[in-house]
């Protein structure tokens, strides 16, 4: 029995890259012998056993056997006759098919250091096209590796896997998880460029890929195509360092505008509504979690009148702030804000600026904060004053208190 540790912690230590997890492979064992070996069996769908001191990941060396169509239409073998090799060849990227045994000598049959140094995402063989999963991590992976290009020929197989419908047996759960890894990336853009270039796009997030090829004012969006600037936000809500909600937010903020009469051109007017229900159409169909899926729809409804904020009178500061709830939920609220600054800064020319109308809305929720609602709802209650009178009362007292303010 020889183990390897194998994939990321290899790729990322070549890297210089800072590795955080192990995986292991096991060559010549078997289930049993991993069992009398004091390993914790955990694998379903192959043999995968946890060290009983490390915690860490054994995999029988294994392969694989196309069955079905879509990821889940495998035949695995696993067995003490599989090589090194067998089990490296069936990985999806070259980078990602190196080995490492006990001496530190790495083991790499298909060229993933020569893809290193180049900088290139390359396949390792024909077997990447029986998993439509493949196309949604090599877009992670360029979101990721920053200075990586797809190499053509691979960008040419994924394009034939779009084509045969791989891609379209992809469940929503799946595609959302490799979509939110790439999104918490350091350049998400380039994963949904990689997905545009080979068609995958368009059988995801059709919402999304009706921006490119869509006119905005130059006065406004220097980069005028639609597309284009949400590749921009979603960057700048990385550079922001902001959390997936608001990273989300940034990619369906838009959507609207995919529906825009082209004799509308370049105006998007009442996008914001169309923006809130596809948003809500997406993270329905995708399944997100409820605080990416409230912040996206929160967003795409209000980034225009959060955008004028600096341009609102106190009462209508007010109404927009409590129609996005902010009393309550002060914390969405912020992400709000952040998401429309990487909306206002993810324009060509704008990275720089600053975005004054969200320190306008935080100075008024510092005046409001100091408000004390439960003085006026108890006065407003010895007035013989009762349910949605007291939400008027203090309405009515955070108007006096914005408006003496001057903020």
């Known amino acids: 029995m ?36 004091g390993f914790v069996a955990v694998g379903k769908d192959f043999p995968v056993f946890l060290h009983p001191q490390t915690h860490e990941e054994y995999a029988l060396a294994r392969t694989e056997r196309k069955t079905a169509p879509g990821y889940h239409g495998f ?7 599989v090589t090194l090799e067998q089990d490296l060849q069936r990985r999806d990227l070259t980078i990602n098919a ?9 083991i790499d049959p298909y060229g993933g250091q020569a893809d290193l140094q180049q900088r290139v995402l390359r396949h390792v063989g024909e077997a990447f096209a029986e998993d439509p999963v493949r196309i949604l991590r090599l877009a992670r992976f360029a979101a990721r590796l920053t200075d990586f290009s797809v190499a053509p020929e691979t960008l040419h197989l994924m394009q034939q896997m779009v084509a ?25 853009s380039r994963m949904l460029q990689v997905l545009r270039d080979c068609g995958a796009l368009a059988r995801l997030l ?38 997936l909600p608001v990273r989300f937010a940034a990619l369906c903020h838009d959507l609207g505008k995919g529906l825009t009469p082209p004799e509308e051109w370049p105006r998007h007017i009442a996008h914001e509504a169309r923006s809130e229900r596809l948003s809500r159409q997406v993270a329905q169909r995708l399944k997100t979690p409820t605080e990416c899926s409230e912040l996206a729809v929160m967003v795409a409804r209000e980034h225009t009148n959060i955008h004028r904020a600096t341009e609102l009178n106190a009462a209508a500061l007010l109404r927009l702030i409590e129609r996005c709830d902010a009393f309550r939920r002060r914390e969405r609220f912020e992400q709000a804000l952040l998401a429309c600054e990487a909306d206002a800064r993810g324009r060509l020319g704008f990275e720089e600026a600053a975005y004054p109308s969200r320190t306008r809305v935080l100075q008024a929720l510092a005046v409001l904060d100091s408000v004390d609602t ?8 010895a ?5 949605p009178g007291i939400a008027n009362a203090l309405h009515q007292a955070r108007a006096a208190a914005l408006s003496a303010a001057n903020v």
């Open 206 to 243: 059709p919402e999304l890929a009706a921006l490119w090829g869509v006119p905005q004012p130059p006065k406004h969006h220097p980069e005028i195509d639609c597309g284009v600037h949400t590749l921009m936000v979603v960057d700048m809500a990385a550079r922001l360092q902001a959390p």
């Open 164 to 188: 045969s419908g791989e891609v379209d047996a992809l469940v929503p759960e799946r595609v959302w998880q490799e979509l939110a890894r790439g999104l918490m990336e350091a350049r998400p």
């Open 374 to 381: 439960t003085q006026v709802a108890a006065e407003a209650m």
């Open 75 to 81: 035949a695995v073998h696993a067995a003490p006759d």
């Open 98 to 106: 190196m080995a490492q045994d006990a001496d530190g000598q790495v």
């Open 383 to 387: 007035r013989g004053v009762k349910g």
């Open 2 to 37: 020889k183990c390897y540790v194998v994939g990321g912690a290899v790729r990322d230590a070549l890297l210089g890259r800072p590795v955080h997890d192990r995986d292991w492979v096991v060559v010549g064992s078997s289930p049993q012998a991993m069992l009398d070996a």
